[in-house]
């Protein structure tokens, strides 16, 4: 049979797999953590991906960066890179005193195939922290057990090193022999033929180990190090359930949101387990994103949408605080347009109530919600996804909200039912009062319950419209709902425009949202703006980012124009510092990409793309038009 795998491949990927051919049988007792309930839940809201309230606040009162284990207690260090572990062991091996002993292995027949499970030379002294990589024939103890060298002796067949167990016991260990094997089929039976040997001290230094090489560990003291971040699913929750009882643990530092990584894939498997039942009301999501996938970043929103079930719908820009990459070609979306538009955390905060006792769907929506709790992750903000409904159909759309509304005429033919949960009522969080919204005649949700946020999404409708440089397609009413929220709405946006440079055309939009809002936003807020018939000159170092367009609308990349550049008698240079370059040159005006955030940082002159080209006009090294 061959299982036809969807990427990543895996097991809950498997198209093959038919859950009614196999009983799901959950485990509901915690017996590691058993008699510790506050570490159980904690570590539940781990595996699910939420870290909430008091509990974060309780787990990150363990951190203590200086901490060193006293020498007299075992203590194991746990961090996600080899390299991390390398450099740990290493280190606490130079502080013990005393000779260092060296152990060489032998190896003999065919090897090409063996995955050795200690290096070829083991370095280690009386002190030294180990672990053991074999079981016992004695029963002493087993692949896993952590020890301490106490002694080192020689007996006629080499080294016996003596090591100390965290019972008190001690062990006598000798040179262990591994078999390398091949399986062989002899009168239709498979055995297994010794084709090689590998014989060496059976332990390896151990103060630290990777979480990987951690799994099925019970330990009384750990020290978890998160040093650079963890880059697998589920690798945070393996880590912190090593250990019996937060009384035992020790953080390195903070866990942060962005840690918590979750597999949304094995959440939908497991409460598919359950009765099945879903949701009576949908809604479908709808995302446009910038930026590619990555070890350690994933693509960010740059606009989002939720239709829901009744024809309402809720959409907004998303200030991905990075450059926009080509979404101004893809999407028709500059960064004039997203400079004012909320962060996702931003935005979450008053979509997010509107979302309760819907059930999402999407082509894809496993992906979609998995980007949407990455960004707010990276935000600082975590928050419970539910499970959507998988369409499988493809859907298209040139705004987020077309795609939404699609997703959701999709639905008819699907089965909504199978593993499928709804958004329940949201925490509080931090939100900004404000959505800028492509689609100014979507009729947005209300709720009888929350009306200052019916309000609220209404007038943020009407004033996205003059924020994307059209018009408001109603006048605003002037209830009292309406009116607070309009002072929101205006508040917002002073901080908003506060926290950017701003262009001349945002600026122009920002006076007119004034006079909608009747209320002062810009006061005495301008464009900040370099000519740059001042910034630049022959010798000029300049730098480039963005994909850039000039006036016929063709495309220019960074390569051309760092060659325009130094045919102007430029000095094109390839990062923005402090000391090495004079001028930024990015492809729209007020990109947040990192190198826009350095020149501002640094005081550098930023010109746009636009006014690049026309200095290279005044010179005639490049057509004005």
């Known amino acids: 049979m061959t299982t036809r795998l969807q990427p990543p491949s895996d097991f809950f990927s498997a198209r093959s797999f038919r859950r009614e051919d196999f009983p799901t049988v959950s485990l509901t007792t915690v017996f590691r953590q058993l008699g510790d309930d506050r570490m159980t839940a904690i570590l539940n809201e781990i595996r699910e991906g939420v870290l909430l309230g008091h509990a974060q606040e309780q787990l990150n009162a363990r951190a203590d960066k200086d901490f060193v284990p006293p020498e007299d207690e075992f203590w194991l260090t746990l961090a996600p890179t080899n390299r991390l572990v390398t450099a740990r062991n290493r280190q606490q091996l130079e502080r013990l005193s005393g000779d260092e002993f060296v152990h060489h292995a032998k190896a003999s027949g065919d090897l090409s195939l063996f995955d050795p499970p200690v290096e070829e030379t083991l370095r280690f002294k009386v002190g030294a922290q180990v672990m053991m990589l074999n079981n016992d024939q004695g029963d002493r103890w087993v692949n896993g057990s952590i020890g301490r060298v106490v002694g080192v002796g020689y007996d006629r067949y080499g080294a016996v ?9 001690c062990a006598d260990v000798a040179p262990f022999s591994w078999e390398a094997t091949r399986p062989v089929l002899t009168g239709g039976s498979l055995s297994r033929e010794v084709i090689g040997s590998y014989t060496q001290l059976p332990f390896k230094l151990a103060w630290a180990i990777t979480i990987h090489k951690s799994q099925g560990q019970t330990l009384e003291r750990v020290v978890v190090d998160l040093t650079g971040g963890m880059f697998s699913t589920g690798q945070l929750y393996v880590a912190l359930s090593r250990c019996t009882s937060l009384a035992g643990l020790v953080l390195k530092r903070p866990v942060l949101p962005k840690d918590l990584k979750t597999d949304r894939r094995i959440a939908r498997f497991l409460r598919g387990a359950g009765d099945g039942s879903g949701a009576r009301r949908f809604c479908a999501f709808g995302m446009l994103t910038v930026g590619d996938e990555g070890r350690m970043s994933r693509p960010r929103p740059v606009e989002l949408a939720v239709a829901f079930d009744d024809g309402t719908a809720v959409t907004t820009l998303i ?6 990459a080509d979404a101004r070609t893809a999407y028709g979306i500059t960064v004039s347009d997203v400079l004012l538009a909320p962060t996702l955390r931003e935005a979450w905060a ?3 109530p509107m979302l309760a006792g819907f059930t999402p769907v999407g082509a894809g929506v496993d992906e979609q919600l998995g980007l949407l709790d990455f960004e707010l992750k990276r935000l600082g903000y975590v928050t419970a996804m539910p499970l959507g409904v998988e369409l499988r159909t493809r859907v298209t759309g040139r705004t987020a909200l077309e795609r939404a509304r699609a997703a959701l005429q999709a639905l008819r033919d699907t089965d909504a039912a199978d593993g499928s949960t709804a958004f329940e009522e ?6 900004s009062g404000l959505l800028v919204s492509r689609d100014p005649t979507a009729p947005t949700p209300t709720a009888d319950h929350l009306p200052g946020l019916s309000a609220l999404l209404r007038i943020s409708r009407d004033v996205g419209a003059v924020l994307l440089g059209g018009a408001p397609v109603r006048d605003l009413d002037e209830s009292g709902w309406e009116a607070a929220a309009r002072q929101s709405v205006a508040d917002q946006l002073r901080a908003a425009a506060a926290r950017v440079r701003l262009t001349d055309e ?5 006076r007119k949202a004034e006079s909608l809002l009747g209320a002062d936003i810009t006061g005495d807020i301008g464009s900040a703006d370099h000519a740059a018939e001042d910034a630049l000159a022959p010798g000029v170092r300049v730098c480039f980012t963005g994909i850039a367009q000039d006036t016929a609308g063709r495309i220019v990349d960074r390569d ?7 045919a102007a008698g430029l000095a094109p240079v390839k990062t923005v510092s402090k000391t090495r370059c004079d001028v930024l040159v990015t492809a729209e005006a007020g990109t947040q990409s990192g190198k826009a955030r350095k020149a501002h940082e640094y005081g550098k002159p930023v010109l746009t793309a636009d006014e690049f080209f026309a200095w290279l006009a005044t010179r005639h090294a490049f057509p004005a038009e």
């Open 350 to 352: 008053v979509i997010a």
């Open 319 to 324: 200030n991905p605080q990075r450059d926009l």
């Open 560 to 566: 051309e124009m760092e060659r325009l550049a130094l």
């Open 426 to 431: 949201p925490d509080a969080v931090e939100g």
């Open 506 to 510: 945002v600026v122009a939009r920002l």
């Open 161 to 169: 090193v003596d090591v100390e167990f965290p019972d008190g016991s």
